[in-house]
């Protein structure tokens, strides 16, 4: 059974830093695409990052460019998402995510892991 | 691509039809469209992709349809597990955008 479980997540001053993990399990991790997908009331699903296979190409959205940064360990099957200069726009729950097949994105989402929650509030 | 869903609330009893509709601002590159259901507290679940086909473990009530600008997610039957909500998701181009989403709750 594939399994997403994301952790890291909590409360943040603006401006400050967190580092989110999700640890992958019953799947061939290095052989997937790997994103981060937030969730807010007020813009709901927002896709936010993604990782190719073997970590050389990563690509943002652009209000977290320059911010965020997208990486992975393929030894520990681990994807993470560093924050820095966080901004009250960016707390949301964070759900780390498989694309429901291998190759190259765009495509859907299959599964998500249970989500962990950023919030940014001094 | 900008998504927009109808309704924003669909009031229905056990036991009923549903149809939800995803229409998009531009045309979706080969019907690369997805459809998710949400519980609360939990994860989106992935229930139709390339805007027709089931995906695995999802129940036949549930079926998808359309092309180009507009998507349709119907639920023939609905059971008491099917009362939640539910996103489209365009994947034809980057970035991927998901709707507002349609909440089926219980008449």
């Known amino acids: 059974e594939v399994q997403l479980v994301e952790s890291g997540g909590g409360l943040v001053q603006p401006g400050g830093s967190l580092r989110l993990s999700c640890a992958a399990s019953?799947?061939?991790?290095?052989?997937?695409?790997m994103s981060w997908v937030r969730q807010t009331p007020g813009k709901g699903l927002e896709w936010v990052a993604n990782?190719?296979?073997?970590?050389?190409?990563?690509y943002y959205v652009d209000s977290v460019k320059g911010r965020f940064t997208i990486s992975r360990d393929n030894v520990d099957n681990s994807l993470y998402l560093q924050m820095n200069s966080l901004r009250a726009e960016d707390a949301a729950v964070y759900y780390c995510a498989k694309y429901g097949v291998a190759g190259r994105p765009p495509y859907c989402f299959d599964p998500w892991g249970q989500g962990t929650l950023v919030t940014v509030s001094s | 691509i900008v998504l927009t869903q109808s309704p924003g609330t669909l009031s229905l009893s056990p036991g009923e039809g549903a149809t939800l509709s995803c229409r998009a601002s531009?045309?979706?590159?080969?019907?690369?469209l997805a459809w998710y259901q949400q519980k609360p507290g939990q994860a989106p679940r992935l229930l139709i992709y390339d805007a027709s086909s089931r995906a695995t473990g999802i129940p036949d009530r549930f079926s998808g349809s359309g092309s180009g600008t507009d998507f349709t997610l119907t639920i023939s039957r609905l059971e008491p597990e099917d009362f939640a909500v539910y996103y489209c998701?365009?994947?034809?181009?980057?970035?991927?955008?998901f709707g507002p989403g349609t909440k089926v709750d219980i008449k």
């Open positions: 531009q045309s979706v590159s080969t019907s690369r």
């Open positions: 990782i190719k296979e073997d970590g050389s190409e990563k």
């Open positions: 019953g799947f061939t991790f290095s052989s997937y695409w």
């Open positions: 998701q365009q994947y034809g181009s980057s970035p991927v955008t």
